[in-house]
């Protein structure tokens, strides 16, 4: 249905038909906050939310490209003439991965364009990360192009960090190419091997957004990775991603108490993630509820990223769950969403909780999405099909 009325949206708009259709999924993080960037372990799952794009290439060097999400603001630009920013923000995502692709000497030429997203924009489930990896899906299927899913996710990674100012990790663009079915992606960070771990079932993912402003969320995420930067370097290694609590005890004496909860984090939270991944793998489903809450409470107490709002979502989601579950502030921090892990059949209850008691404690709604585990990357070209 969502494809039948983007493929119409196609044709009506550009007078032919789609040659390419490409899909990719937005994400949550199970487990592993802000270990991306010291080289370390985390642990996302794709979802069913996912950006579509159709598209049929061109003679020319033009792209033409619009989004049924900003239908009035039609992308226009050359690829023979320098990619520079558009009149519109959505528009420079496209025109920054296809910088990328430039900028790496790939041959490529003109395209139309549609794109279509159920990825909630600015939640927490990485919208951006999803429609980068479809455009350079697109992109890599209609040149031939021949680009891992990796590559792909890092010419994603490159346009946020380049054209959009976005120094994100590749996290989100690597779960969205290379998701497997009904499966999380353990990602090693340091060398970008991934290793899909199964999700059970009866196991069910409930996103819920606290929808609390986030505040100073750039300049503390500043801070806690140059907290990083310097216990690393006091230890005299190059990223976190080798430090024990033992190397880091011996340096705790020069280094603040802060920059100490800092790396304590860290270097636990690699642990947990890989604890995670086995006790999902093997469905022994109550260590990994237990890992999930002492992540929750690592982020609150030494890495110090959650508000009131997410910390009380917590308290609500667990206290509904009654040991049955986890809950932890899942994402950069300083608000978002928390993810909670629990038996499909008690669904119900975190959500009569989070409807009888969030607002009542902070007044502000929460958005409650039902989330199940998809695959990342597909890409289907039409016109062999037909
Ligand atoms: P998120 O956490 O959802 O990734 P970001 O601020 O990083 O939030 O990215 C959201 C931005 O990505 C939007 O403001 C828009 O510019 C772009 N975007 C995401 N999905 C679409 C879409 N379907 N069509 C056009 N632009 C999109
Ligand atoms: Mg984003």
């Not at 370390?40 to 939310?49: I, K, N, R, T």
């Not at 990619?83 to 420079?92: F, R």
Request: hydrophobic share 40%; glycine share 6%.
């Amino acid at each position: 249905m969502f494809e039948n009325s983007l493929a119409q949206a196609f044709s009506s708009h550009f007078k032919r038909p789609p040659q390419f259709s490409v899909s990719a999924p937005g994400r949550v993080n199970l487990i592993g906050e802000h270990t991306d960037y010291n080289e370390g372990f985390v642990l996302p799952c794709a979802l069913q939310y996912k950006t579509n794009v159709m598209a049929a290439k061109r003679s020319d060097s033009i792209i033409n490209a619009f989004s049924l999400q900003y239908p009035e603001a039609i992308e226009h630009f050359d690829l023979s003439q320098p990619i520079e920013h558009g009149l519109y923000p959505w528009g420079d995502y496209l025109r920054g991965v296809v910088n990328e692709l430039l900028k790496a000497e790939h041959v490529i030429s003109g395209m139309d364009i549609v794109i279509s997203s159920n990825v909630p924009q600015g939640s927490g489930l990485s919208s951006s990360a999803a429609f980068e990896v479809a455009i350079a899906g697109l992109f890599n299927e209609a040149f031939g192009l021949g680009l891992s899913g990796p590559q792909m996710a890092r010419i994603g990674q490159l346009a946020e960090n380049n054209f959009i100012d976005c120094q994100c990790g590749i996290m989100d663009q690597l779960i969205s190419a290379e998701a497997q079915f009904h499966s999380a992606l353990l990602i090693d960070c340091q060398d970008l091997s991934t290793r899909p771990v199964a999700i059970p079932d009866d196991l069910a993912l409930l996103v819920i957004n606290s929808n609390y402003p986030r505040k100073l969320a750039d300049s503390e995420y500043n801070e806690r990775r140059l907290a990083c930067e310097l216990a690393a370097s006091t230890m005299g290694i190059s990223s976190l991603r080798s430090a024990t609590m033992t190397t880091l005890d011996a340096v705790k004496t020069q280094i603040s108490d802060k920059v100490y909860r800092r790396a304590k984090h860290v270097v636990t939270e690699n642990a947990r993630v890989l604890k995670a991944a086995d006790a999902l793998q093997t469905g022994d489903l109550n260590t990994l509820y237990s890992i999930m809450h002492e992540a929750h409470l690592s982020l609150k107490h030494d890495f110090e990223i959650t508000v009131p709002a997410t910390d009380g979502l917590v308290d609500i989601c667990m206290q509904a769950l009654n040991n049955k579950g986890a809950c932890r502030q899942t994402g950069g921090g300083f608000g978002g969403a928390v993810i909670c892990l629990c038996a499909k059949e008690d669904v119900q209850t975190v959500i009569d909780a989070v409807e009888a008691k969030y607002y009542q404690q902070f007044s502000l709604h929460a958005d409650i999405l039902r989330c199940e585990p998809h695959r990342g990357l597909t890409v289907e070209a039409l016109d062999k099909v037909a």
